[in-house]
């Protein structure tokens, strides 16, 4: 069965300073691979994505992400953080007969950010 | 992008009474759709599957006579929290997808579900 780990819980960084969030997954074939945001008490919203081709992902505010298949990693990056980038992140897999939709979550990272 | 709303947003409720939650897609059709379950400060677990005019699958540990999904047209999926207990209040969410076996799934806003 596939799976997601996201070794970071908490991550604590400077308005300004760059970030990279780390996601391993454990999966036979070719996942699909997403990074979600949630603010407190909110619903998810969709950051980037992965399904094929270039492996470096561009995403919504300034996130990108770099698929390396020999490390079966899906790390998400940031140059520079702003204040209101502080949520909880969640790397997902999609997978199960190759489906794209049926997702397997990670823990979730939570992302402080001080001024 | 693809809408899908959730409603409610928050429901109150007392023990043992049930709840409905509506699951819809607004601006495109959903052979299928997935509800997830999520406790306070804890990762999102997948509880179901649903594929239109069939019966949901359960993951594991998931009891299905607590939980009742209906997914009646391709618009639409409901879960049914049956006799609701305190240990039931979580954060539901659920997405949506047109099936495809390369479609993403578009999530919902959640329902925050607390019974008292």
């Known amino acids: 069965a596939q799976s997601v780990t996201q070794p970071d819980i908490h991550i604590t960084v400077s308005e300004g300073a760059s970030l990279e969030l780390r996601c391993n997954y454990s999966y036979g074939a070719t996942p699909y691979l997403f990074w979600y945001v949630q603010s407190p008490g909110q619903g998810l919203q969709l950051l980037l994505k992965y399904f094929s081709g270039d492996t470096l992902v561009q995403g919504i505010k300034g996130f990108e992400a770099e698929f390396k298949r020999s490390q079966s990693s899906f790390n998400l990056r940031k140059p520079s953080v702003h204040w209101s980038d502080a949520a909880e992140y969640f790397c997902a897999v999609g997978a199960g007969t190759g489906t794209a939709s049926k997702l397997t979550f990670g823990t979730g990272t939570r992302l402080q950010v001080t001024l | 992008g693809a809408v899908v709303s959730q409603h409610p947003s928050r429901v109150i409720c007392k023990s043992g009474t049930s709840v409905k939650i509506e699951c819809r897609s607004l601006?495109?059709?959903?052979?299928?759709m997935f509800w997830y379950r999520q406790f306070p400060k804890q990762s999102l677990m997948l509880m179901a599957t649903s594929n239109e005019g069939s019966k949901a699958t359960y993951e594991q540990g998931v009891e299905k006579d607590k939980f009742l999904i209906n997914h009646a047209s391709l618009t639409l999926s409901t879960l049914t929290v049956t006799s609701a207990h305190p240990e039931d209040s979580s954060f539901y969410i659920c997405?949506?997808?047109?099936?495809?076996?390369?479609?993403?799934?578009?999530f919902g806003q959640g329902t925050r579900l607390t019974v008292v």
């Open positions: 997405s949506a997808s047109a099936g495809a076996w390369n479609t993403e799934a578009f």
């Open positions: 601006d495109f059709q959903a052979t299928t």
